[in-house]
């Protein structure tokens, strides 16, 4: 359970928490983000989503560009059937696939951009992870990675978990929870400038995300 061990797979139980209460917190934050990577997303792009969850991000990006062609992949097999359900729902065409961000089941050069939001902490190893990630870039790709950032402001993490689906009592004890358990156990800038410093990769930018309790790891692969 993820509840004992950050890395290990959720159970049935935590994804549809997460699903219902975190991910539209997730999704809000998301707004800024969804818009920042619009922005680095050529209209017939091949993006993947790695760790998509419920599938919000990837929809999201599915709707901005509707030419995109847009995967996601989750470990999670509850999680694919919801992201598949909601993607039927929004009559969007998204391909949603099981598998392990640290084996993907990609041929080597098949997407324009990748992408995963507060994903790479549940990786057994994240630097494996995000090799896989490069790997499947075609050359002058995109990798735009989104995290909890461990060194956040107490002002955005307090913002966003007030967006969590909880009742207001609750909201207190879902702080910590977030600051101890989840941004505790996230990657702070340090950390996101080791991984990219370990990828083959350049143009290469580490930053937090303003009014977030998130950072963004990023680089191209060269051509």
Do not use: N
């Amino acid at each position: 359970m993820v509840l004992a061990d950050i890395a290990a797979p959720y159970s049935s139980v935590e994804s549809f928490i997460y699903d219902r209460v975190i991910a539209p917190a997730v999704l809000a934050m998301g707004e800024r983000i969804a818009g920042e990577l619009a922005g680095q997303i050529a209209d017939d792009a091949q993006v993947l989503d790695v760790g998509c969850g419920g599938g919000h991000l990837a929809l999201d990006i599915a709707a901005r560009r509707a030419r995109a062609q847009v995967t996601g992949l989750d470990l999670s097999a509850e999680q694919v059937a919801r992201a598949a359900a909601r993607a039927q729902a929004r009559r969007l065409a998204v391909r949603f696939v099981q598998g392990s961000a640290l084996d993907l089941p990609f041929h080597s050069g098949s997407f324009d951009v990748v992408t995963s939001v507060a994903s790479i902490k549940h990786w057994p190893d994240q630097a494996q992870g995000l090799r896989e990630c490069v790997r499947v870039l075609r050359a002058g790709g995109r990798l735009v990675v989104f995290e909890a950032d461990r060194g956040c402001r107490l002002e955005d993490a307090q913002d966003f978990v007030g967006r969590w689906a909880l009742p207001r009592p609750l909201r207190l004890p879902a702080l910590a929870a977030f600051r101890t358990w989840v941004a505790g156990q996230a990657i702070d800038l340090d950390d996101a400038r080791a991984l990219v410093g370990g990828l083959s990769l350049e143009a290469t930018e580490v930053r937090r995300v303003p009014g977030t309790p998130a950072l963004m790891l990023a680089g191209s692969k060269p051509l």
